[in-house]
């Protein structure tokens, strides 16, 4: 049997980065994998656990705890019960350990870092599908993550 990968989920709520974690499902996920859905707010959001975790991101969130509205609220996440849907989907029919990481600040720099603190075998991420100006103004996320992530970075369109 092979060993358990852990592979980590850029997650924003868009339709992009839920057309990833789908991707990721049906094409790379396997049986017995660790699932971590990355969530990087806003440094200007300010839930109450954001000052015990702004430097290092929150604890790992088991997926039962995330659907907690409660903890949703601590953390400043959205809940969304289409993503909670496809998570719960794949941790049953594919026994993937699913968990979440929420980080404030940069998208660029908190994936890259979760990446190194996570030692993750894989980063699936959605891309927004910037035009060459666009990207060259405002940046993209996942080419600086692509160029700058220790571990193999898939961009899903």
């Known amino acids: ?9 850029g ?19 396997e049986a017995g994998d660790i699932i971590v859905i990355i969530l990087v707010l806003s440094p200007k959001s300010d839930p109450a656990n954001k000052k015990l975790f702004a ?17 949703c609220k601590k953390y400043g996440i ?22 979440a990481k929420v ?5 660029r720099e908190k994936l890259c870092e979760a990446v190194n603190l996570l030692k ?12 060459a100006i666009k990207r060259v103004l405002l940046g ?5 993550v692509v160029q700058n992530a220790s571990c193999a970075v898939t961009v899903v369109k």
């Open 1 to 9: 049997m092979a060993k358990a990968r852990t592979i980590g989920i």
């Open 11 to 29: 997650m924003d709520y868009s339709a992009t980065s839920k057309s990833a974690l789908k991707w990721a499902i049906d094409n790379l996920i």
């Open 55 to 71: 430097d290092t991101g929150s604890p790992l969130i088991p997926l039962i705890e995330l659907k907690e509205p409660g903890v």
């Open 78 to 99: 959205t809940p969304d019960s289409e993503l909670f849907d496809m998570l719960d989907s794949v941790s049953r029919d594919k026994m993937a350990k699913v968990v």
């Open 103 to 107: 980080y404030w600040g940069d998208p």
């Open 120 to 131: 993750l075998d894989s980063l699936v991420l959605g891309s927004r599908g910037l035009g």
């Open 140 to 144: 993209s996320v996942s080419s600086y």
